[in-house]
């Protein structure tokens, strides 16, 4: 070969290989998993002739010491294809380009494949692929080798210091993408398994608070039914007002166990057919504070008690137990608030008739902005407009149907 002929090969060379590596790493920057990563790369690679073969190969599980392809590209792919790769030194498929890359940790050149005496079977396999060099890598996790990253050329002699440079860097970018988006990967399964705990402790809390409510019904079953109806009621306003899906469950759960603290209030109380006397009403108001502190240390993970304990109060301060105005009142308390006063009105109860829900809407929509929040009144309006809270299930001395 004359001195310019030599010349231009090298020259040729390193623009192969700079191609190559500009291809691969605008992978190297899109890719959200590993899969796409690798066979991202190897294509990136095998775009650029006279690379016909670009692979990626990853330890199995130890003890083994077998190496699995996990992603290749190129027009000799089959060579790849069924291909056993080792990195065990007692092993016969050990010995190859491979298994010496990542036993002595550093980048090994197959500079022609026909002129190679000790690779055996894969001479063979190399011809029948239109494959004559090659370039070993090995990969890292920090610096723990974790596989192997090999190119393949068509022509002898392709991989020269300048391209080893190269795809020693290439290799590099490579390991930092495949363990950044394992950790990523690791991240996204912990995040799961967390959504899928706190989805099914939400469910339990939900079973029990239901339990507990039914428990209270019992004890007085003329309002059997009153807080699922305004857990019913609460929800749909949230959605109106287009809440988070945990806030809508907030609003759920508490509403389900609002009047748990009348558990405290005599009986006689709840059931009597006339007015109540002042201090009898007193007594009764005294729930709100009986339920929050039967539920405040309950580990909710919403603020269950604390709505609960506020679902009296009124924008105007006009409520209790503190007198809370406007924006010292959580938003779930004051939908709880509303849905509580519709169904209330809209029930019989001892000492009266149903109202109906015509008469207890309007209620709601004549004290907006005084007694109650004007968008969560709003929301009311809307739903009642498209007949929503008809569609609820009906108590048998509900007037929400009506």
Known sequence: MTPEFISQFKEDKRVW????????????????SIDELISGVCEGITNQPPYVLACVGLFEEPPSKTIKIVGKAGSAHKYAEGLSLSWDENDALGQGPTGISI?????????DSESATNYGAWVKRARDNGIRSSISI???????????????ASKPNTFGEAETKLFEVLA??????????????????????????????????????????????????YTAGHQKRVADIAVEISKELGLAHETIQSVKL???????????????????????????????KEHVEKSYEILKDIPFPL????????HHERVDGSGYPFGLKNNEILLEAKILAVADVIE???????????VGLEK???????????LYDPDVVNAVKSLHERGVFKALSAHPRTGLEN
């Open 172 to 221: 590099e970018e490579l390991s930092y993408g495949i363990n950044n988006l394992k950790q990523q990967e690791k991240l996204r399964e912990e995040t799961l398994s967390k959504v899928k705990l706190q989805e099914a402790l939400l469910n339990s809390f939900q079973l029990a608070i239901s339990a507990i409510a039914t428990t209270l019904e019992l004890r007085d079953p």
């Open 254 to 284: 508490a509403a389900l166990v609002h009047d748990i603290g009348k558990i405290s209030v005599p009986i006689e109380y709840l059931t009597k057919p006339t007015k109540l006397s002042a201090l009898e009403f007193a007594v009764i």
């Open 138 to 152: 090995p990969l890292y996790e920090e610096n723990t080798p974790q596989g192997i990253f090999i190119v393949y």
């Open 360 to 370: 207890s809407i309007s209620e709601i929509l004549n004290k907006s902005g005084t």
């Open 344 to 354: 209330s009105m809209a029930t019989d109860r001892p000492y009266r008739f149903a």
């Open 103 to 111: 036993r002595e940790r550093r980048p090994i050149i197959l500079s």
């Open 17 to 32: 290989a700079l191609a190559a590596y500009v291809n691969a790493s605008r992978v190297l920057i899109r890719a959200k």
């Open 303 to 310: 603020p269950i008690a604390t709505i609960v304990r506020q």
